[in-house]
Structure formats: structure tokens, C-alpha cells
């Protein structure tokens, strides 16, 4: 085909729908909260979650995924811009993960050895891992659909970025249901489901995201 | 002479309102640059191929033109584009590409200079900088960098041998890159 024939094709097409990425965002966050809503509307928050948030690192366990959620999803949104610096971004997601590890050390150096990973049983463990893995395969599916939208230079990033966000966001919304205060146990174990999810997302991303 | 990067800015944001015309215009302008660099990276394939190279490179502009930021610059986000889609090209076609930067200094370069404030603000830069170095070192690279002068003459002047100065020209550039890095990462 004749390039001056693509060019009057491609000016004959209507305008494209404008690029917003806070409605993008928005679609996202809706993603992260229904899941969440139908499980806690389920099976509800832990009984005692007034009085545990009177510990003040309970709190942290909803607090740094949430944070976590809320960068990485800037950052995704950002990427979706082809100019965008991808290195500038990822250092603004560096505070919640160095807090979470500076946690996972207090948490190590202050508790005697045996109630260290006393919680650590199987059941406790499948469930923590299973259900925030759970919760997240819808707002990961939306958060990769919508970057189809943009024009990310780093699919496989995008897509990890779009895994970290949905992760980190299904962990806040099961941090209200998990009764496990030690930060041993939910540093890890949220760490892990993250990571997973993250991963995963970025191995999709690598293919979905291309353009 | 005005500025072709505000006038394609200009072309793409009426095109994204919805005026066909000035999208043609915009597609039309921007395709000789798309060519040049496909041309110039792709030596090892045939014209017939570059055009198709081209044509994706069209296409992807095309099916991405939303997210140019209107308020933003156009270059930086159309130079992404293109480059990101010419290594895709040349990757799916079984060559690897390289881009160095130098193959866009043109259109990169066309930005800064749009504002004949600019350059005097560089200017003044500059001096600012320079001020920042011991005299001899200033004096160096004014001599040598930005009047130009031949090394010998300024050797003889300044009391140096040619190889001194070569690397005190160096140290000088090194340090005014450490100034001007330092400089910058204060306005932020």
C-alpha cells in the first residue's frame, strides 16, 4: 500500500476517545474494591478490628499494602505514556518496601524465638496466600486491559506494575478479615502473595502490553 | 522561521479534536523524519521493506496518538513512539537495531532552540558555572570551547604545554558537569 494512501485512510478515521488516565484509575480502584466488598460483605472484618488497631503495627498491615496499591498504580498510569521515565517512578515505591522490611526485622529481633513463626501452620498459610492471590486476578485482569489503552515502552514492567498494584491492593482488603498480627508471618506471607501475583501479571504483560 | 515542532503539536491537537485535514498534515510532515531514521538503521533490509517499516511506524502513531499529553512537548513523545516501533520492526525482522541518540539530535535539538530566550539563559549559565572554577580553568574552556581558539595559542598564552591543557580542559568539563548536575537537582 501507498504510504500517502495509509496516511489519507488513517485521516479519514474518527478522532480517537480522549485519554484519561484518572477514569483509567478509577476503573482500576472499582476493580480492587468489588472483590474485596463481596468477601468482607461475606465473611466480614475480623470481630476484634477496633480493638487490634489499638496495637499500632496492626494497622501497618492494611497500611503498607494500601500505600503500596496507591504507588503502583501511579506509576502504571504514568507508564502508560510512551515518553515516560520508567526509573524515576520505581523509586517512589521503595518507602513501603523498605518499612515493610524494616518491620520484618523489629518483628525478628524482638519476639523470642519460639513465637517467631509459631503462627506458621498450613491452613493459616494457604488461606492468607490463597485468598489475596484470589482477590486479585479481577483487578489485575482490569489493570491489564486498561494499559492496552496506553502506550507503555515496558510491557513486561507495565505489566508487573499493574500485578503490584491489584496484589498489594487485595492485600489491604484482607488485612481487615486476617486475625495473624505477627509481622513475621504478614510480611511474608502478604510479601509472597504480592510477589506472586506480581510476577504473574508481568508475564502476561510481556504479551498483552506490546503494540 | 517557525517552529516545525509547534507546528506538528499544533496539526495533532487539531487532529485529536477531531479535524481530519490537519491529521493528514501531521502524518504528512512527520513522515520524512519516520523515513530518514528508518533508512539510515536499516541498511540491511530493501526500500520496499523500509516503506513497510514506515508504515507500522504510521500505524502505531496512529493507533496511539491519544496519549500525547496536549500540554506537553510533542517530540519526546513522538521520538518514544518511533523508537519504540522501529526496534519492534527490526526485532519481528530478524535484525538487531541499534539507535544511538545521534540519530535524533536534529529533532531533538529543535526544542531548546525554539526560544531565543534559551540561549541566553544558557549563556548566562554557562558563566554562572564557569565562575564556579578556579580562573586558569575558566579560562581554559573559554578559550578553548567556546571562543575556540587554537590550543597552541592558548598554551603559549596560559604558560602550558598542549597535553597539560588537553586535561585541564578535561578536569574543567568533568567538574562543570558535576556544577551543572548539582545545579539542576536544586531547582527540583
Same mark, same amino acid.
Given at each position: 500500500m501507498n504510504t500517502d494512501d495509509l496516511i489519507a485512510d488513517l485521516a479519514a478515521e474518527p478522532p480517537p476517545p480522549r485519554f484519561r488516565p484518572a477514569v483509567l484509575a478509577g476503573r482500576i480502584v472499582a476493580a480492587v474494591l468489588l472483590p474485596v466488598a463481596l468477601f468482607l460483605g461475606a465473611?466480614?472484618?475480623? /470481630?476484634? +478490628?477496633?480493638? *487490634?488497631? %489499638?496495637?499500632? !503495627?496492626?494497622?501497618?498491615?492494611?497500611?503498607?499494602?494500601? #500505600? =503500596?496499591?496507591?504507588?503502583?498504580l501511579g506509576a502504571l498510569l504514568r507508564l502508560a505514556r510512551p515518553e515516560a521515565q520508567a526509573r524515576a517512578l520505581l523509586r517512589g515505591l521503595a518507602l513501603p518496601l523498605l518499612v515493610a522490611a524494616?518491620?520484618?526485622?523489629?518483628?525478628?529481633?524482638?519476639?523470642?524465638?519460639?513465637?517467631?513463626?509459631?503462627?506458621?501452620?498450613?491452613?493459616?498459610?494457604?488461606?492468607?496466600?490463597?485468598?489475596?492471590?484470589?482477590? /486479585?486476578? +479481577?483487578?489485575? *485482569?482490569? %489493570?491489564?486491559? !486498561?494499559?492496552?489503552?496506553?502506550?507503555?515502552?515496558?510491557? #513486561? =514492567?507495565?505489566?508487573?506494575?499493574?500485578g503490584l498494584a491489584a496484589g498489594a491492593g487485595a492485600a489491604t482488603?484482607?488485612?481487615?478479615?486476617?486475625?495473624?498480627?505477627?509481622?513475621?508471618?504478614?510480611?511474608?506471607?502478604?510479601?509472597?502473595?504480592?510477589?506472586?501475583?506480581t510476577i504473574a501479571a508481568a508475564l502476561v504483560g510481556q504479551r498483552l502490553l506490546r503494540w | 522561521m517557525t517552529n516545525a515542532s509547534d507546528d506538528w503539536a499544533g496539526l495533532l491537537r487539531a487532529a485529536n479534536a477531531g479535524d481530519?485535514?490537519?491529521?493528514?498534515?501531521?502524518?504528512?510532515?512527520?513522515?520524512?523524519?519516520?523515513r530518514g531514521i528508518v533508512r539510515a538503521r536499516g541498511r540491511g533490509f530493501g526500500p520496499d521493506q523500509h516503506e513497510d517499516i514506515v508504515q507500522e511506524v504510521l500505524l502505531a502513531l496512529h493507533r496511539k496518538r491519544h496519549t500525547w499529553r496536549e500540554d506537553h512537548?510533542?517530540?519526546?513523545?513522538?521520538?518514544?513512539?518511533?523508537?519504540?516501533?522501529?526496534?519492534?520492526?527490526?526485532r519481528?525482522?530478524?535484525?538487531?537495531?541499534?539507535?544511538?541518540?545521534?540519530?535524533?539530535?536534529?529533532?531533538?535539538?529543535?526544542?531548546?532552540?525554539?526560544?531565543?530566550?534559551?540561549?541566553?539563559?544558557?549563556?548566562?549559565?554557562?558563566?554562572?558555572?564557569?565562575?564556579?572554577?578556579?580562573?586558569?580553568?575558566?579560562?581554559?574552556?573559554?578559550?578553548?570551547?567556546?571562543?575556540?581558539?587554537?590550543?597552541?595559542?592558548?598554551?603559549?598564552?596560559?604558560?602550558?604545554t598542549e597535553g597539560a591543557l588537553r586535561v585541564g580542559l578535561h578536569r574543567a568539563m568533568k567538574k562543570l558537569a558535576a556544577l551543572a548536575k548539582g545545579g539542576t537537582d536544586e531547582h527540583r
Open positions: 465473611l466480614g472484618t475480623r /470481630a476484634d +478490628l477496633a480493638h *487490634a488497631w %489499638a496495637n499500632p !503495627v496492626v494497622p501497618l498491615k492494611t497500611a503498607l499494602p494500601l #500505600m =503500596l496499591c496507591v504507588l503502583a524494616g518491620l520484618w526485622i523489629w518483628a525478628f529481633a524482638t519476639l523470642p524465638p519460639a513465637a517467631r513463626f509459631a503462627e506458621l501452620g498450613l491452613f493459616s498459610l494457604s488461606e492468607c496466600l490463597g485468598l489475596i492471590v484470589l482477590l /486479585a486476578v +479481577l483487578p489485575a *485482569a482490569v %489493570a491489564l486491559r !486498561v494499559m492496552r489503552r496506553g502506550a507503555p515502552q515496558r510491557p #513486561m =514492567l507495565s505489566g508487573a506494575l499493574a482488603g484482607y488485612s481487615l478479615f486476617c486475625t495473624q498480627d505477627n509481622p513475621l508471618f504478614f510480611v511474608t506471607w502478604y510479601g509472597v502473595a504480592i510477589a506472586v501475583v | 481530519g485535514q490537519a491529521y493528514a498534515r501531521f502524518l504528512h510532515a512527520v513522515t520524512p523524519v519516520v512537548p510533542l517530540r519526546p513523545w513522538l521520538y518514544a513512539i518511533v523508537r519504540y516501533k522501529v526496534v519492534d520492526e527490526f519481528a525482522r530478524g535484525s538487531a537495531a541499534h539507535l544511538p541518540i545521534e540519530d535524533f539530535s536534529e529533532i531533538l535539538a529543535a526544542d531548546p532552540g525554539a526560544d531565543p530566550f534559551a540561549a541566553r539563559d544558557a549563556a548566562r549559565q554557562t558563566e554562572a558555572l564557569l565562575g564556579q572554577l578556579d580562573p586558569r580553568s575558566a579560562e581554559i574552556v573559554r578559550a578553548l570551547s567556546l571562543r575556540e581558539e587554537a590550543p597552541a595559542e592558548v598554551g603559549a598564552r596560559l604558560n602550558m
